[in-house]
């Protein structure tokens, strides 16, 4: 059975102030460096056999937190960054709200590529999606964490659930270092067919101990 931890990087100043990270590399701040230390040995109780980390610092910096209790080295991949917010990245939201309102409203009602060079949804939860099958295909029957952000989870996990928008929509943000836990366990193959039939299972999400508002996923 391959496990793979989907987790949510740490709190940043730029999560506290509601202002557009996308891919911006902003660093962890104190509050965030001490959620993932908080988070780590509960993480490292699950014996992860790798780690992969977006390569943005603040997911990066997390994944070290954990890298430091088990020993294992961070594999960084760039297809777990944050959706790329275009034109909006280091606007504070009601900033965004101001100057881009046609862009942001259909942003708030799901619109899956509302403009101002937002990349779309799909793009995103394809390219995060990826770097999820890669990672879980290098360790089968393993157990893998992958150091990510909120809308990027959210959006690769439902790509590889082949989970419809809307339902996908519906589904909780990851607060800042929670992470959510899939696995995928074949069946027993039966005669002709020896493929994994059950394919990927969402087993537990919004995971973790700290208790603390959870900052939208998206920014």
């Known amino acids: 059975m391959t496990r793979l931890i989907v987790w949510r990087h740490g709190n940043t100043d730029w999560n506290a102030a509601n202002r ?14 001490d959620q993932a230390r908080a988070a780590a040995p509960l993480l490292a ?9 977006s390569d943005l610092s603040r997911a990066a910096e997390t994944a070290a937190a954990l890298a430091a ?21 280091g606007l504070h939201l009601t900033e965004v ?10 942003w708030r009602a799901g619109d899956p590529d509302p403009g101002a060079d937002l990349e ?7 390219r995060v999606a990826a770097a ?41 943000s990851l607060a800042n270092c929670h992470w959510t836990e899939l696995r995928r366990a074949p069946s027993a193959p039966t005669v002709g067919r020896s493929e994994d039939v ?3 299972q969402l087993r537990a999400h919004n ?13």
């Open 69 to 89: 209790l088990t020993g294992l080295p961070v594999r960084t991949d760039a297809r777990l960054r944050e959706r790329h917010f275009g034109q909006w990245q």
């Open 198 to 200: 059950r394919g990927w």
């Open 20 to 33: 557009v990270q996308g891919q911006t590399d902003v660093p962890l701040n104190e509050l965030g460096r």
């Open 132 to 172: 999820l099958l890669e990672a879980a295909d290098a360790a089968p029957d393993g157990t893998v964490v992958l150091a990510t952000h909120g809308g990027a989870s959210r959006q690769g996990i439902g790509h590889l659930l082949g989970w419809d928008p809307a339902v996908l929509r519906g589904v909780g």
């Open 45 to 53: 109780a699950l014996r992860p056999d790798a780690i992969v980390a």
């Open 97 to 106: 709200a101001e100057r881009f309102p046609d862009e942001y409203a259909r």
């Open 207 to 219: 995971v973790g101990r700290i208790t603390a508002p959870v900052v939208a996923d998206a920014i």
């Open 120 to 126: 779309p949804l799909h793009d995103l939860g394809e």
